[in-house]
């Protein structure tokens, strides 16, 4: 068990003392946009959401956000507040992060030249530029990562790193505040005057993020004053008083605010709103990509879809719903669900992910959702996650708390290894038996890309996860995802820790143990996931309320499960309460909306929160996986004691689900005449009906198969063989089929 939070907090507050100078004032409106847009208030006190006296208080939660107005309807715990234990999935991946991804990005910065990019700017290698011209951000998120995994687990490991890292960033920082290695060592002329193409703001969105971060986690400033610098810079030429212009690629929005939350600085709020003000302007030259490409087209306020490049518009949408936390401005939180509606309800993979389109790595058309085709790059998932959290602390609606479960458990999941070294830039939900590397979009997941934005984001994200486990709404504690952990009461909350354990998402089953006393008035509330039938416990049914969680009291605690062996949950406390709640994790068959040509006719499998999948690897020598179909009447079957490849062994995975399947016989025609699939004894409306069924329609099966299906996000640790999420559903349920049709299956 570690440390109590109080012994954890970060003693070096010298990176504090800039901030109490905080003492501007200006309120951040734009009177150079055409919209009128309402300027956060006095109201946006740090007193107010934090319970903190002044930015260098060390009872300022630390976090990726945390809002500083009383506008949000839940409030983000200290990340330090919640431990993740190795018995539960997120832990055991938190831990496997530790151990191997974050040393794993630390070398390739050095072996991609990363490192060396800002060495040559100083003299001090002579190594040619190497990357893309925003490659200084895969620094930024690796410091990051390392920050709050400072934050998680205390480690000493990366100071001397750090110190020299950040040491190196210093140097390449020029007099007027400016760091950025492709304009200083390559194209000098070219600083500020292609904002759609050179990054130089997104860049210094991720140097924000992780100065924070390291500020938040370990107390040092060092970095924090490299970036205030550049983004005094940046607000000096283009604050509301300088020369209009936006970045090509968002991500500075969302960390302005944050850096405005961090300091107490109104100026850097002031800029972000000038900036998504800007949006949407016509600003940004944008070429043969178009408007939409970097969600130029329309002002924010009136952007109700999601379009073109999808990391660029999540991203922006985190600044705008950051922005909207802070002033409250309705019509930007009422643009904001509109499109998250819209990229949730028609735009979304059924694993989380988002863009199908590789041209552009963009948005398609609603309902255009290909399996094979889909781009679904890791960083689009991970910056959805950062958007849906900022909107259920808006709303405290736990429908955006599924949806990061979902990414989680399957798109992100699947986006890192067993190893946790190798990573999927791109995650389609099908590989085809002949698929080829394409850029960005290889057969098998790789060490590092060229561009490597998304190993560096996997990292970062893992290590935060304790901030999204769970909140704090005005007279509750909302635990928002089901994992081993401990929770440490806030003073104002109560005293004591709220301990749960489950092996979730393996098993439905979550103890829930309150070792201490809540403040009068005060409740847990937990989470009812909308893809179970609701949440059990010994009482029976327990319905969620409208928001989607459930609130439980005290006094309908249940005594100590019975038969359970497990020592108690360390510590003293006055008063002990325990819950048990069972969710439904019984396997079940989705179906996609029939405008989803790609998958019209087909089938998949859901367990819990996770998707599962189909791989070459599973089906018996001389079966094709594109020849088999699924037949959805028969209920899967559980298979427990098999190890999932890329699973925790310590931790207990998701079972293999057994599918019953047919193989279908081979077709050799690419197309032919549909009026040779109808029966001519069928009645003409059966007829009628032939025609507008699936594909499957026309093939006949040869045998019946057990298929075993495993969860998506752990795909591709064995072989690069076909791969498929959605199955053919059978044209001929087998309890249907004449049994001198079909040969029975012998592969068991």
Known sequence: MAEPLAQRMPTDTTGATEMTG??????????????????PTDAANPTDATGATSATDTRIPAGPAIPRARIAVLRPLDVRAVRLGTAGALGAWQERNADATIPHCVAQLEASGVLDNFRRVVGESDAEYRGFVFADSDLYKVIEAVAWEIARSGTRRWDTWLDDVIGLVARVQDATGY??????????????????????????????????????AAGRDDLLRIARRFADLIDSRF????????????????ALVELYRHTGERRYLTLAQRMIDLRGTGLLPVGRLGARYFQDHAPVREATTAVGHAVRQLYLNCGVTDLYLETGEPALMKAQLAQWVNAHKRKQYITGAFGSRHRDEAFGDDYELPSDR????????????????????????????????RELYNAIAASVDATGTRFFYSNPLQLRPDRYDEENAPRERAEWYACACCPPNVAR?????????????????????????????????????VHVRSTYPASGVVDITLNGRLAPGFRLALRVPRWSNGATSDDGRMPADADGFVRLQPGHAA??????????????????????????????????????????????????????????????????????????????????????PGSADAVPAPPVLEVAGELMEPENELYRAAADDVDPDADADAAGASHTD??????RATRRLTVSAIPFGSWGNRTSGAMRVWLPAARYPLHDLDPGDVKPDTTD
């Open 374 to 405: 889909a781009y679904a790059e890791t960083c689009a998932s991970i910056a959805d996650l950062h958007w849906s959290w900022r909107i259920l602390l808006a709303t405290g609606d736990a429908r955006y708390a599924d949806t990061i479960e």
């Open 694 to 699: 699936d594909a499957m329609a026309a093939r």
């Open 559 to 644: 005594p100590p499960v019975a038969g359970d062996q497990r020592p108690e949950p360390a510590g003293q406390a006055d008063e002990q309460w325990r819950w048990r709640v069972e969710f439904d994790v019984k396997p079940r068959w989705t179906r996609a909306h029939p405008r989803v040509d790609a998958v019209r006719g087909c089938v998949a499998l859901e367990r819990g929160p996770v998707v599962y999948c189909v791989e070459q690897a599973d089906l018996p020598p001389g079966v094709d996986l594109d020849d088999v179909a699924a037949d959805p009447s028969v209920a899967p079957s559980e298979r427990t004691g098999v190890r999932i």
């Open 239 to 254: 604050g509301p008083e300088g020369q209009k212009g936006v970045c090509g690629h968002p991500e500075i929005e969302t």
């Open 179 to 216: 760091v950025m290695t492709w304009i200083q060592g390559v194209r000098p002329e070219k600083r500020f005057a292609e904002l759609e193409w050179t990054h130089e703001m997104y860049i210094l969105g991720h140097m924000i993020q992780a100065a924070v971060a390291l500020d938040r």
């Open 22 to 39: 905080a003492t501007d004032t200006t309120s951040p409106t734009d009177t150079t946009s055409a919209t009128d847009a309402t300027s």
């Open 461 to 497: 994200l893992i290590a935060q996860l304790s901030s999204y486990t769970a909140a704090l709404g005005d007279d509750e504690l909302r635990i928002c995802q089901y994992t081993d952990c401990d929770i440490e009461l806030p003073q104002h909350v109560g005293d004591g820790v």
